[in-house]
């Protein structure tokens, strides 16, 4: 995963030698640059007719790097390094997580997409600490990402870092790209679903564990 949150800024080297808007340093040593997202979001007032000097505004571009920074955070961790400490344990059967809520941001429009990630798992000796599903959950959604590929990032660091027999994610979320700009359709919800493992072949314990998931749930 690319940590460049550069590669949407303008070509060095332009005519009013203002600052050359290369890869900042700090950029590509794995921080948030914070002083060049503020100047990104001052242009963008100003690329939307507002003025960022009037008194409402004046804060308002540090405010929302310090907002990215935070929403973006994912980008600088590592979501593997939470499945490292397991537990040794012979329990065969579905250890299953309901309500993981998350909140991440679309790349195609930089809007919120928020919900639910669901998580079984079947584990093969390997079973790992409740709270460590809910960082992996953290980690792949603070960043800019789009729905199908998160669900499969969940369950392929499942599948490869506990070894298990069986994974299956499922993510519901509303994406507020769908519902405030574009079609406009509130109350749309996204599911996505990867299925690894025995989950993916064999019919019954996918049954099983979608019934687990939406066991009453609504
Ligand atoms: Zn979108």
Known sequence: MSTNLSSATPEPGTLDGEHQEEPS???RGNQVDLPRLERAVRELLFAVGEDPDREGLRE???RVARM???LFSGLHDEPREH???????KYDEVVLVRDISFNS????????FMGKTHIGYIPNGRVIGLSKLARVVES???RPQVQERMTEEIANLLVRELDAKGVAVVVEATHTCMTIRGVRKPGSLCVTSAMKGTFRSNLSS??????LIYHDQR
């Open 25 to 27: 340093p700090i950029a």
């Open 60 to 62: 308002t571009p540090a």
């Open 68 to 70: 990215y920074a935070e």
């Open 83 to 89: 499945l490292k400490k397991f537990f040794t344990e």
């Open 105 to 112: 941001m679309c790349e195609h429009h930089l809007l919120p």
């Open 140 to 142: 792949v959604s603070r």
């Open 206 to 211: 996918r049954a099983e564990i979608m019934q």
